[in-house]
């Protein structure tokens, strides 16, 4: 009889700390994902169109667009070692990608319309929200060697400056900012679509 109960207590701690169990995100974090989808947000993980099936290695990919065909924003997010398809166990670089491609959405509702049209969220004194921060700060928080990477790998990807402070800003925010002030934020910011 005691086998058996030891045997029970074994399989019920084996199936509580399943990996199935662990693909979902963490809660903040599926706070996010829930809020996303209640603003209308098409978000997908590991889509076929945006991930490389064969990826093997850490990556920062994830992308934000608006779909006029669709009018609708659409998020997908790549997780490490995920390829395309199935949800994996979500990564810190996952949670990362995840807040990082909503700062985009929030860049683009922020001006009252989700139309793919981004904006900083911060452009100076009097800008659209009052998050005061400056170059300084974003190197403070992703580190120099981050930044002047970020720069240079967009730089030659051929894009404007523009871009490149949106996101600093997006790489910025999606490290000092947590899943549930986001959540908030969107929640305060965005239409609903």
């Not at 909503?102 to 452009?123: F, K, M, R, W």
């Not at 800008?127 to 005061?132: A, D, K, L, P, R």
């Not at 402070?165 to 609903?192: H, M, N, R």
Request: with cysteine; aromatic share 6%.
């Amino acid at each position: 009889m005691f086998k058996k109960v030891l045997l029970s207590v074994m399989t019920l701690g084996l199936l509580s700390t399943s990996p199935v169990l662990a693909l979902d995100p963490p809660p903040g974090h599926g706070q996010l994902i829930d809020t996303l989808r209640a603003h209308g947000v098409y978000v997908e993980i590991n889509p076929n169109e945006v991930c490389d099936a064969t990826k093997t290695e850490k990556s920062m990919h994830g992308v934000y667009t608006y779909s006029e065909r669709h009018s609708t924003p659409l998020m997908g997010i790549c997780q490490d070692y995920g390829g395309n398809g199935e949800q994996t166990i979500w990564t810190e670089n996952d949670l990362d990608t995840l807040r990082h491609e909503t700062i985009h959405y929030i860049q683009d509702c922020i001006n009252g319309s989700v139309d793919g049209e981004l904006a900083p969220l911060y452009d100076g004194p009097g800008g659209y929200s009052n998050i005061e921060y400056g170059i300084k700060d974003i190197i403070g928080v992703i580190g120099p060697e981050q930044a002047q990477a970020i720069i240079t790998r967009y730089e030659a990807a051929g894009a404007s400056p523009e871009i490149i402070q949106l996101e600093l800003e997006a790489f910025y925010l999606a490290k000092s900012q947590t899943a549930e002030t986001i959540a908030t934020v969107v929640d305060a910011k965005c239409p609903v679509q």
